[in-house]
């Protein structure tokens, strides 16, 4: 196949994807023209959007219609409950529920709408902008990355109450889909009797980093959370590689061990896994997980833990492939509906392009057109993202509208089984 007939078969695959999206026709003909915009332009921006459609009308025609269509009520949550459900089945029977509070940093921005302040993660500092709430689901028996949530709000937003309702609302949309499937991993953010309380109510597994100051019964006695952990046995021991932002390796030696612990007020029975190796103050992992002196069972939730870690490439992958933080729609519900899009554009590529085998010819081909000067690295979501930029927007790119001369669906099926590895 050439790369113009590619570029068909993947917006043929865009159309099948959204195929049973729930929304009305104007919506859905959005929602596939901001899926094919995003992954040909690697960008948010209406503007690029329109210009990736190539329509023969004036570009300022494109960019408008799209406007309308993107300040759509509701369309943020619709796209995002879809998504979940469409996930449940790659998700595997225990995945880590990864729940990660980011920012959009807009730091020139002046007209958009319910711009608050918030802490720009990148730099370190105070910024204009909004607040971004992720959820990914990792499967941890396929090692598989499930883009879940991709929910951004605002302080200034009418009707907001705080920030642990933000997170708890992407939380109760992901549970009312997976029930009680998944472990909760949080780092520090989530130590919070505001999260504590409604996963302990609601059956929730979690593994949630804590604080130091943090206050825990063990036995019946109230103790400050690293006093216990500085009192815990730490009976065994494993080398870790870390690797270094200059591309060098450093060897790690942790040690762990772990409480039975409670939270006070509550009965459920807790634990409290302590990891020691990180730096000077041990790592405080509070869990429902039971655990016990088994080094198999105190190290794979160990390696849960590691994992959240891990993800923050793929929290990147969002913000860098799909510049996220580059969005100039001026209204908040065209700012939420955007990131909605941005979650459609990840799942394609994370997840129903990355992950069926009877698309792995696509995969392959958009692998290959990214032209990698050092070979496909270990995160491959990156060279996919710039394949299929190369695929819908190179040279020889077909236009939006056009269809492909497909032949009969039994021969196509058979085409791609012969290529599957």
Not at 291 to 296: E, G, M, Q
Request: hydrophobic content about 45%; aromatic content about 8%.
């Amino acid at each position: 196949m050439n790369m113009a007939q590619i570029g068909l078969r993947l917006r043929e695959q865009m159309q099948a994807f959204l195929g049973n999206l729930p929304l009305p026709k104007p919506a859905r003909r959005f929602a596939l023209e901001a899926l094919y915009g995003i992954a040909s332009r690697g960008s948010v921006k209406l503007s690029e959007i329109a210009r990736a459609l190539g329509e023969p009308i004036a570009l300022i025609k494109t960019e408008n219609r799209l406007s309308r269509q993107a300040a759509r009520p509701g369309l943020a949550d619709c796209v995002r409950d879809w998504v979940i459900a469409q996930g449940a089945a790659h998700v595997g029977k225990r995945p880590l529920l990864i729940i990660d509070p980011s920012d959009i940093a807009k730091p020139y921005a002046e007209k958009m709408e319910y711009l608050a302040r918030v802490r720009d993660g990148s730099k370190k500092e105070q910024a204009d902008g909004y607040w971004l709430c992720q959820v990914l689901a990792v499967n941890r028996e396929a090692q598989r990355i499930v883009p879940l949530v991709n929910h951004l709000w605002s302080q200034r937003a009418p009707g907001f109450k705080s920030e642990n309702e933000e997170v708890l609302g992407c939380i109760d949309a992901v549970v009312a889909r997976l029930g009680q499937r998944g472990l909760w991993v949080m780092d520090r953010g989530g130590d919070r009797m505001k999260i504590f309380e409604p996963l302990v109510r609601l059956q929730q597994h979690f593994l949630i980093r804590l604080r130091a100051d943090r206050t825990l019964l063990l036995g019946h006695t109230p103790l400050a959370v690293l006093r216990i952990a500085e009192q815990c046995p730490l009976p065994y021991a494993e080398s870790v590689r870390r690797q270094n932002k200059d591309g060098s390796e450093t060897r790690l030696t942790l040690e762990f061990g772990f409480r039975p612990v409670q939270l006070p007020g509550h009965t459920r029975q807790l634990w409290l896994l302590v990891i020691k190796g990180f730096g000077q103050e041990p790592l405080m992992l509070l869990t429902t997980e039971p655990l016990r002196n088994h080094r198999s069972v105190l190290w794979d939730m160990v390696q849960a833990y590691l994992a959240r870690w891990r993800i923050e490439e793929t929290l990147r992958f969002a913000k860098q492939a799909y510049q996220l933080e580059d969005v100039r729609v001026l209204g908040y519900q065209s700012l939420k509906n955007m990131m909605a899009m941005a979650l459609l554009a990840m799942f394609f590529a994370m997840v129903h392009l990355g992950q069926q085998t009877r698309l792995a010819i696509l995969c392959h081909h958009a692998l290959t057109a990214a032209k990698r000067l050092f070979g496909i690295p270990d995160f491959r979501f990156y060279a996919i993202a710039d394949g299929m930029r190369q695929i819908l927007y190179g040279r020889h790119r077909p236009a939006f509208g056009a269809h492909s001369r497909q032949p009969p669906p039994l021969l196509q099926l058979e085409l791609f089984r012969l290529a599957a590895p």
